[in-house]
């Protein structure tokens, strides 16, 4: 592989928020993700392109927790998160929004940002029943984090209705704001761009740019939008059937020949 590039200042001043290191996956033979090493420095957002097939989904797939690798050290904040349960990878702090829109489809736009602030509730079910004055404070804490995205995700105008009946590019829009809801560490966005029309495409970029700027929120990109990824991305990783082909930034990884062989089937 591309020797890796020397990342951002930001990233080299701080520890890493996320290190994936030589991690292996394979699903009866076949190799998903095959060797394949990064680190995300805070602030960053880090790319990961390749044909279909390529291993994407699966990386992701490890650092979430719903896949196992059979080798390999996946670390959030210099803790190992290998092999957790979603829901814990969850809690400590790894948000993701999906390929396919999975939300609540009869639920409202502010009732499935609700949802993302699961993990921040700390009272239990006796207190939530006789809305004890913690519970109360905490509503009104998460209330306020969901009023927040909704503005800033400018949602305003269909916060009550059903997400089932939002168009396409709204509804992804919610699931964005759902894993915000969750305050995260780290976001792991798939496809976000995926289906959609140049305006929700620009509008989505402008979103994930924003989320850089004033949220300092780390994310990993997944995409199959090549123009997208070179438009806002520090650094890109390309793997080819799970195994690394390049690391560097845009410029660097966009011309070279083993990338170039991986999309087009030839070297230029
Ligand atoms: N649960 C599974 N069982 C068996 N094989 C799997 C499983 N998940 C992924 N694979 C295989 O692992 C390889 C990598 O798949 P993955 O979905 O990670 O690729 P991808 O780069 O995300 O693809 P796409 O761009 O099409 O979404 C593929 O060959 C796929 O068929």
Known sequence: MTQVQTPPAQARTAPAVLSFDDVHLSFAGVKAVNGVSFTVGRNELFAVIGPNGAGKTSIFNVISGVYRPQRGRVTLDEREITGMRPDRVATLGVARTFQ??????????????????????????????????????????????????????????????????????????????????????????????AGMNLEETEDMARYILDIREEMSIPMILVEHDMGLVMDLADRVLVVDFGTPIALGTPKEVQHHPDVLRAYLGEAK
């Open 100 to 193: 396919n829109v999975e939300l609540f489809q009869h639920l409202t736009v502010v009732e499935n940002l609700m949802l993302g602030r699961h993990h921040h509730i700390r009272y239990g079910t006796l207190a939530a029943i006789a809305w004890l004055g913690r519970a109360r404070r905490e509503e009104i804490a998460n209330r306020a984090v969901v009023e927040d995205i909704v503005d800033f995700l400018e949602l305003a105008q269909w916060r009550r209705l059903p997400v089932g009946l939002l168009p396409y590019g709204v509804q992804k829009r919610v699931e964005l704001g759902r894993a915000l809801a969750m305050e995260p560490k780290l976001l792991l966005l798939d496809e976000p761009v």
